[in-house]
C-alpha cells in the first residue's frame, strides 16, 4: 500500500521583478513651478464641494506631473505665467474673479481648462465673442441623455446641476470637443476650445457610471498637459480574494489560462482566513502556511506572469458584522458599514480604535504571515472592498509603493459622524495617479464579472466590455478589471478576449 507524500512549501526565494513590483511614477507630487499644474477652485462661501473637486481634479492632474491647488482669491498676478496650465473649477456664482486672473487668463500665455461657472467674468461678452468666437448662453433645464465625446455616447447623473448653453458660436473659430445630447433630441456643444481656452460646460469629475462623462474630462487633460501624447490603450486583470480557504485547482487554473494567452496579470492574497461569526467556538481559523498546496498555486501564478497584490490581512475587522457576518473575503476590514432597512450599504466611520498604530500592527501581522508561508510582501496594497479611513491611506502610502483601488475621498464638512456615506466620492482613474494621500494607483475601472449580475447586467462580461469601449475616449488609458477563480475560467477567457478584440494590450501593473 503505497501512500502520497505530503505537500509541503515550496523553498523561501527572492522574487525580483513584476512578481512582487509596483509602477514607477517618476514625478513626485512637488517639483518646480514651471512644471506645476496649477488647480483654482472657488472659495468664497467655502463649500465642502468646491473643495472635493479640487482633490479630484489635483489626482487627474497627477498623471501629468506635480500639481498646485489654490482657492481662487488667493490668486496673484503671474502665477499663472510661472506654471505650466491652468485648471480652473468654477462651482460658485458668489466667487468674484480676481482681476490678476482675469488678466492674466486673456493674455494667453498659457493653456487654460475652465470648468463650469463664471466665464461670464472674464471679460464683457463683446470682447469675449471678439476673442474666442463664442458666447456663453443661459443654463438649460432640459433633461439630459448623455455627452457625445469622440463619437462615444457618455453617461451623466440625472441629479447633476444643470448645464450652460451656448448664445453665440462660431465653427470657423471654434473647435466643438463633446456635445450634449438632450431626451428630446436637442444638442448643444459640451466643450469648445479657441485659442489658449478650452472650455467644458459643467465640472465634470463626480463619476457616478463606468462610462461617465467624467472620461471626456479626462482625456481633455491631455489637451491641456500632453497634447502630443499618442493614442493608447493597455488593459489590466487582477484575481480577486485569495485567501487560505481558496481551492488552488481553481486558482492554478486561471493562473495557466491567462499564461496560455500571454497575459500578465495580477493577484490579491488574504493571508488568514476567519470564518462567520455564527459559528461560534467552532469558527475557522486557516494561516496560508497552513496550506501548502495553495502557496504552491500562488508560487505558479508569480512564475507565470502574476503580480502579488496584499489584500488585507483577514479582510474582515475582528469585530461585530461588518455588515455581513465576520467572514473573510465578505467584511470590510478596515472601515465600519452596515445595511439600512432596504439593505442599502451604509459606509458609518473608521474602525472604533483604527488608528495609524492599529493599521501598522495588521500590514506587520500580515507580511509575517506571509513570510511565514515563504511567500513575498508585495508592495501594492489593496483595501478590502476599496474602503479605509484617511488616517489608513496615509499609512498604506507610506508603507507601500502603490495602491489598486478607487479612492475614496472625504468631503471637509465630515467631522467623523456617522454616516460617513454622505461624504465620501470614490473616484475610479482611467490612468496611473497619485492622489491626495500620497499613493500612487493603480487603477481599476471596469469593475468585477459576478456570479450572478444585477437586473441592470452590471457584473456581466457584456458590461464590462461596454466599459472599456466606453473608456477608449481617454486616448492613453489603463482598463482595468478583476475576477475570482471560483468562478471558472470561461468568462475570464471571454472577457479577456473581447477586450483584447477592443485594441487593448494586457500589461504588468509594474509596466504602468
Known amino acids: 500500500m503505497t501512500h502520497e507524500a505530503p505537500v509541503s512549501l515550496p523553498a523561501p526565494r527572492l522574487w525580483p521583478g513584476c512578481g512582487v513590483g509596483a509602477p ?9 513651478e514651471h512644471a506645476t499644474t496649477l488647480i483654482l477652485a472657488d472659495d468664497v462661501d467655502g463649500l465642502p464641494m468646491s473643495r472635493v473637486h479640487s482633490v479630484l481634479a489635483a489626482n487627474l492632474a497627477s498623471h501629468f506631473g506635480p ?11 503671474g502665477m499663472l505665467r510661472r506654471h505650466r496650465a491652468l485648471v480652473y473649477l468654477g462651482t460658485s456664482a458668489y466667487q468674484r474673479l480676481p482681476a490678476a486672473l482675469r488678466a492674466d487668463v486673456l493674455a ?26 463664442w458666447r456663453w448662453g443661459n443654463l438649460s433645464q432640459a433633461e439630459i441623455r448623455g455627452i457625445r465625446y469622440k463619437d462615444t455616447l457618455l453617461s451623466r447623473d440625472p441629479v447633476e446641476e444643470p448645464l450652460r448653453t451656448f448664445a453665440e458660436l462660431d465653427r470657423r473659430r471654434v473647435k466643438v470637443l463633446g456635445t450634449v445630447v438632450a431626451r428630446d433630441g436637442r444638442t448643444w456643444p459640451w466643450a469648445v476650445r479657441s ?63 491567462l499564461f496560455r494567452k500571454g497575459v500578465p496579470f495580477s493577484f490579491g492574497v488574504i493571508p488568514v482566513y476567519r470564518g462567520p461569526l455564527p459559528d461560534g ?75 495609524a498604530s492599529w493599521m501598522d500592527r495588521r500590514l506587520d501581522a500580515a507580511a509575517a504571515e506571509l513570510r511565514a508561508a515563504h511567500l513575498p510582501v508585495p508592495r501594492v496594497f489593496e483595501p478590502p472592498h476599496y474602503a479605509a479611513s484617511q488616517e489608513n491611506y496615509r499609512v498604506i502610502a ?39 494621500y500620497g499613493s500612487v494607483i493603480v487603477p481599476e475601472n471596469l469593475g468585477m464579472v459576478q456570479a450572478q449580475p444585477t437586473g441592470r447586467g452590471e457584473g456581466s462580461v457584456e ?23 471560483f468562478l471558472g475560467t470561461k468568462q475570464l477567457e ?8 477592443l485594441g487593448y494590450r494586457f500589461v504588468s501593473p509594474c509596466a504602468l
Not at 479612492?407 to 475610479?428: D, I, L, N, T
Open 463 to 485: 458590461s464590462i466590455v461596454a466599459h472599456a469601449r466606453a473608456q477608449l475616449v481617454v486616448r492613453d488609458n489603463v482598463a482595468s478589471f478583476f475576477y475570482h477563480p
Open 24 to 32: 514607477a511614477m517618476p514625478v513626485g507630487a512637488t517639483g518646480p
Open 108 to 133: 494667453g500665455s498659457r493653456r487654460v481648462l475652465w470648468m463650469g461657472g463664471n466665464i461670464d467674468q472674464l471679460t464683457t461678452q463683446h470682447d469675449f465673442a471678439a476673442r474666442y468666437g
Open 281 to 355: 467556538p467552532d469558527r475557522l481559523e486557516i494561516r496560508m502556511k497552513d496550506r501548502p498546496e495553495l502557496v504552491r498555486a500562488l508560487t505558479y501564478l508569480l512564475e507565470h506572469g502574476g503580480t502579488m497584490v496584499m489584500h488585507g490581512y483577514t479582510h474582515q475587522s475582528d469585530g461585530p458584522a461588518n455588515p455581513l457576518n465576520g467572514e473573510s473575503g465578505q467584511d470590510f476590514e478596515f472601515f465600519r458599514t452596515h445595511f439600512d432597512p432596504h439593505r442599502g450599504l451604509v459606509y458609518d466611520g473608521p474602525i472604533p480604535g483604527g488608528s
Open 195 to 257: 485659442g489658449n481656452l478650452t472650455y467644458v460646460a459643467e465640472v465634470p469629475l463626480n463619476s457616478a457610471a463606468d462610462d461617465d462623462r467624467y472620461l471626456g474630462a479626462a482625456d481633455l487633460l491631455f489637451d491641456l498637459l500632453a497634447p502630443t501624447t499618442p493614442a493608447r490603450h493597455r488593459a489590466l486583470v487582477r484575481l480577486e480574494d485569495i485567501g487560505p480557504q481558496a481551492d488552488p485547482n481553481a486558482v492554478r487554473a486561471v493562473g495557466e489560462l
Open 494 to 501: 471571454e472577457a479577456v478576449d473581447r477586450i483584447q478584440a
Open 398 to 436: 507610506r508603507r507601500f509603493a502603490a495602491r489598486y483601488d478607487r479612492g475614496s475621498y472625504f468631503s471637509p464638512a465630515w467631522k467623523g459622524q456617522s454616516p460617513a456615506s454622505p461624504y465620501m466620492y470614490e473616484q475610479f482613474a482611467p490612468y496611473l495617479i497619485r492622489d491626495v
Open 67 to 77: 500639481v498646485r491647488v489654490l482657492g481662487t482669491s488667493a490668486y496673484r498676478a
